[in-house]
């Protein structure tokens, strides 16, 4: 059973960055992709970026292309997003998840956080 912690979610004003971290309890890079997912509410969970395990190859939602930037420490088993230029409407609930897949769907994901929540303020 592979667990996930994120952090570093927090309230900051447009314009601003914020970087999450996911731990993960065991080296899951070997064996999983690893992604962010954010859900605002009212809405459906949002894939934000997944990282590819085989050669690091990030893939983003076009809605936070340019702004956010994923990454692994496989040394440290984290995965991290980095956000930049921040707007209000990247606010959400956002989750780390592993999965099999390799795609920004949230179906196919064996492991999920408990999420750490961003409030972007106007």
């Known amino acids: 059973q592979v667990q996930l912690v994120e952090s570093g979610g927090g309230s900051v004003q447009a314009g601003g960055s914020l970087r999450l971290s996911c731990k993960a309890s065991?080296?899951?890079?070997?064996?999983?992709?690893m992604a962010w997912f954010r859900q605002a509410p009212g809405k459906e969970r949002e894939g934000v970026a997944i990282?590819?395990?085989?050669?690091?190859?990030?893939i983003y939602a076009d809605s936070v292309k340019g702004r956010f930037t994923i990454s692994q420490d496989n040394a440290k088993n984290t995965l991290y997003l980095q956000m930049n230029n921040l707007k209000p409407e990247d606010t959400a609930m956002y989750y780390c998840?592993?999965?099999?897949?390799?795609?920004?769907?949230?179906?196919?994901?064996?492991?999920w956080g408990q999420g750490t929540q961003v409030t972007v303020s106007s």
């Open positions: 990282i590819s395990r085989h050669d690091a190859v990030p």
């Open positions: 998840a592993a999965g099999r897949v390799f795609w920004l769907r949230s179906s196919g994901y064996d492991y």
């Open positions: 065991e080296n899951t890079y070997s064996t999983y992709y």
